[in-house]
């Protein structure tokens, strides 16, 4: 049995825990990671965005976690991956906003419901439905998953000013990428009611699926923090296409967006004013 690292044993309280002073799960302290947090499902897709930026620095690997923090512009910016789905992005939510992170910013893949959000494009997610189970851990249903309007106008000016074909919809995070995205389970698995959630959907106008911005939205307007996402769609479901592209696209449209965040956050600060908007400062 001689592959198991050594287990270090560590002891804090159970209601906050800590791992040796650093977050029990992502495994970051105070001071190694910035405010603005830009968060992939996929840590493998943390050093390709923190490759976007003028200087990157690996904060750690825990699990699903992996943390990068640098600077762009000269302004502090980290990413943390929150793997698939809401109970591991709720977990990276709590820790994160413990070590300081108040700015959150999604950067996922995104499967489409609507014929024109083609494969390769970029949806901005202005707020979701909650199918994602977890936020119904944290609040009643009918509380809404809202991005916030600065960060979401901050993604926009970010895709206009790199010249990106984009769109701003609402998405629909589900708690399985098969079933609870209308699609048959194995050697076609199917219920009867499983074709009708896409449908319904549909035409609501909802334009995606995914599988953590209701979670990330619901918990950053619970706690009074600022949440929006980016996602490149490699997927579209009306013409059963899946094609993976748009992701460093993603990137650089959110990496951006910080930049444009921390300048009108100043501009905001100097103003005296208490709620930002367009012609502040
Ligand atoms: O590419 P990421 O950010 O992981 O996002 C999407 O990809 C995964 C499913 O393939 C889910 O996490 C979904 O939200
Ligand atoms: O179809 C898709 C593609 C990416 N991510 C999802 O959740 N669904």
């Keep these: 049995m001689g592959g198991w690292r050594a287990m270090e044993r560590w002891r804090s309280e159970a209601t906050r825990p800590q791992a040796g002073g650093v977050q029990y799960h992502i495994r970051c302290g105070p001071g190694q990671v910035a405010r603005y947090v830009l968060m992939p499902g996929d840590p493998d897709r943390v050093p390709l965005i923190a490759s976007t930026w003028d200087e990157a ?5 825990h699990r699903e976690y992996t943390t990068y923090t640098g600077k762009v ?9 929150t793997g698939i789905g ?3 992005t709720a977990i990276a939510v709590e820790e994160l906003a413990e070590v300081g992170a108040d700015t959150f910013i999604r950067v996922g893949t995104c499967g489409a419901i609507q014929p024109e959000v083609r494969c390769g ?3 901005i997610v ?8 977890t936020s119904d851990d944290y609040v009643e249903p009918a509380y809404p998953a809202a991005a916030h309007y600065q960060v979401v106008a901050a993604l926009v000016e970010a895709a206009e000013r790199l010249g990106l ?15 609870g995205q209308s699609r048959p389970g194995w050697r076609g698995y199917t219920q009867t009611w499983t074709g009708q959630r896409i449908e319904d ?3 609501a106008g909802v334009l995606i699926f995914e599988m953590e911005a209701a ?20 997927a579209n479901r009306v013409t059963d296409e899946m094609s993976y592209g748009g992701v460093e696209e993603s990137a650089r449209v959110a990496t951006e967006a910080v930049r444009i965040l921390a300048e009108w956050d100043q501009r905001l600060q100097r103003s005296g004013r208490r709620h930002w908007y367009p012609s502040v400062g």
Aim: aromatic letters at 6%.
């Design 165 to 179: 074909p984009y769109h701003v919809g609402v998405a629909a995070s589900t708690a399985s990428f098969h079933a």
């Design 215 to 234: 979670t990330l939205y619901t918990l950053a307007g619970l706690f009074g923090l600022r949440a929006g996402g980016v996602m490149a769609v490699v």
């Design 73 to 81: 512009g000269g302004v502090a910016i980290s990413s943390t991956s």
């Design 121 to 123: 494009e970029l949806v």
């Design 86 to 88: 809401g109970p591991s």
């Design 126 to 133: 202005s707020a979701a439905v909650r199918h994602d189970g």
């Design 57 to 61: 620095q690996p904060v750690a690997r």
């Design 201 to 203: 959907l549909r035409r």
